[in-house]
Nanobody
Framework: QVQLVESGGGLVQPGGSLRLSCAASGFTFSSYAMSWYRQAPGKERELVAIIGTTAVGTNYADSVKGRFTISRDNAKSTVYLRMTSLKPDDTAVYYC???????????????????WGQGTQVTVSS
């Protein structure tokens, strides 16, 4: 069955860095665009970044452009999110998700995704 398992979250000071990983299994990973979302307490789930099947195409939320980098290793069936210059506003649970093929590339709608990981907590605080 399809599984997405995130790891790499934790507590980091403002200005620090973290790298999140999402290990996928149960499907042909290289055939799917993948995304990272985040959800802070009391807020809606927000699209952070998306990466295409061959990693050529990427897109980012304005709030993370220049600080976060999404990447993937199709040989390892893993998608990554490198986060730098972290701010307290980046505090959230971060989820990876598999995009349904054929859905609009830039759509942030959560119902354009069919599988989600369990999430990993990122807390940015001094």
């Amino acid at each position: 069955q399809v599984q997405l398992v995130e790891s790499g979250g934790g507590l980091v000071q403002p200005g620090g860095s973290l790298r999140l990983s999402c290990a996928a299994s149960g499907f042909t990973f290289s055939s799917y665009a993948m995304s990272w979302y985040r959800q802070a307490p009391g807020k809606e789930r927000e699209l952070v970044a998306i990466i295409g099947t061959t990693a050529v195409g990427t897109n980012y939320a304005d709030s993370v452009k220049g600080r976060f980098t999404i990447s993937r290793d199709n040989a390892k069936s893993t998608v990554y999110l490198r986060m730098t210059s972290l701010k307290p506003d980046d505090t959230a649970v971060y989820y990876c998700a598999r995009k349904i093929p054929g859905r609009h590339w830039s759509s942030p709608a959560t119902n354009d995704y069919d599988y989600w990981g369990q999430g990993t907590q990122v807390t940015v605080s001094s």
